[in-house]
């Protein structure tokens, strides 16, 4: 498993109008997929539909985890079990 470099960690936030609080960070794929399971919903549906996890992952290599998130469609009511498998994959 690659870490990202120092100072690239996935920086996990509310959403700026939930005030954007800072509610964990990852190193690594495994850190991301325990974010996406532990943080509140509303963060995981910010990141998840802004596409912030595919350009991060891209940068560690997870090639194959970037093809699932690119071609998955996100329902807010089971966002967290397709980012996980789709990190998985």
């Keep these: 498993m690659v870490d990202a470099p120092i100072g690239k960690e996935f ?3 509310m959403p700026p109008d939930r ?7 990852a190193r690594n794929l495994n ?7 532990t943080a ?3 963060a995981v549906l910010f990141h998840a539909k802004g ?5 991060w992952l891209e940068m560690l290599g ?3 985890a970037v093809s699932s998130l690119r071609n998955m469609a ?10 996980l498998r789709a990190m998985r994959s």
Aim: aromatic share 6%; hydrophobic share 45%; charged share 25%.
């Design 11 to 13: 920086v996990f936030r």
């Design 19 to 25: 005030g954007g609080a800072v509610v964990g960070r």
């Design 31 to 37: 850190e991301l997929a325990n974010l996406v399971k």
């Design 40 to 42: 509140p919903l509303e």
């Design 51 to 55: 596409n912030h996890f595919a350009p």
């Design 62 to 64: 997870e090639r194959t």
């Design 74 to 83: 996100l329902n807010d009511k089971t966002a967290r079990v397709a980012l």
